[in-house]
Nanobody, 123 residues
Framework: QVQLVESGGGLVQAGGSLTLSCAASGRIFRSYGMGWFRQAPGKEREFVAAIRWSGGITYQADSVNGRFTISRDNAKNTVYLQMNSLKPEDTAVYYC????????????????WGQGTQVTVSS
C-alpha cells in the first residue's frame, strides 16, 4: 500500500508561483510512475505531469508545458510540482497519484491517490 499526502495549495494572483508537494509513504518501487492531475468544478480530471519514481523521463500536458515542472526527491519520498506563471484557468483541485505499472497520462491507470489540494488563481 502507498499513502500520498499533498500540500502547498493556496490562493495566488495570476502570474504568481506555487510549489505543490506530495509526500509518499509505504512500499514504493523505482518502477512506479508518479503523476499530478487536476480537476476543476464541472470538468473532468485532467493530466498535468508525471515522472518515474527513479527519475529521468517526465511527461507534461501541453497546457502547462514551459510553466510547470515535476520533480522528485527520493531521499524525502516526495514529488513536487513547481508551478510558475499561473493563470486563472489553472484553478483546480490538484491530486498526486502513483501508478504501479510506470509512467502514464491516463488517470484510471493510477492505483493510489492523495486527498487533493486546492489551487486558486485570481485574475
Amino acid at each position: 500500500q502507498v499513502q500520498l499526502v499533498e500540500s502547498g495549495g493556496g490562493l495566488v494572483q495570476a502570474g504568481g508561483s506555487l510549489t505543490l508537494s506530495c509526500a509518499a509513504s509505504g512500499r514504493i518501487f523505482r518502477s512506479y510512475g508518479m503523476g499530478w492531475f487536476r480537476q476543476a468544478p464541472g470538468k473532468e480530471r485532467e493530466f498535468v505531469a508525471a515522472i518515474r519514481w527513479s527519475g529521468g523521463i517526465t511527461y507534461q500536458a501541453d497546457s502547462v508545458n514551459g510553466r510547470f515542472t515535476i520533480s522528485r526527491d527520493n531521499a524525502k519520498n516526495t514529488v513536487y510540482l513547481q508551478m510558475n506563471s499561473l493563470k486563472p484557468e489553472d484553478t483546480a483541485v490538484y491530486y498526486c497519484a502513483a501508478n504501479e505499472e510506470g509512467l502514464s497520462r491516463i488517470w484510471d491507470e493510477f492505483d493510489y491517490w492523495g486527498q487533493g489540494t486546492q489551487v486558486t488563481v485570481s485574475s
